[in-house]
């Protein structure tokens, strides 16, 4: 499986994951109408990885501008499968500086997946 590049737009986030060295970004805003359709294809890469580089340690970074409650559960979903399934999964979310919705996101997907993020302030 080729590596993953998907443009972002206005209100899809942007998602670039190589899948031989393990790196997962996904950035931008997340409001699709149908969110399992929009991250149906990194489902699909994921599932590719766990099953054929269990060995290689899995670096997620996460940059929200703003994502709505049907993404939310989407990308939980999404986390809740990678972590279940790897050993070695790095995550770090980032946020804007002022944007504690997001924040606090994190940690709850953090608290209730018992893996713990790392937290990083970015600017637009």
Known sequence: MENLYINGTNC???IYFNIE???LTI???????NSVQCYEELEKALDY???NHSDVSL???YEFIY???SSTKTIYSILKNVVNKLNNVTIVWGYE???EDVKELGEDFSETLGIDFEYRVFSI
């Not at 950035?27 to 109408?33: D, F, L, T, V």
């Open 12 to 14: 899809t986030p942007a």
């Open 49 to 51: 990885f766990i099953e």
């Open 21 to 23: 060295k393990g790196i």
């Open 27 to 33: 950035s931008g805003k997340s409001y699709p109408e």
């Open 97 to 99: 500086e002022e944007d």
């Open 67 to 69: 994502i709505n409650t």
């Open 59 to 61: 670096f997620i970074t």
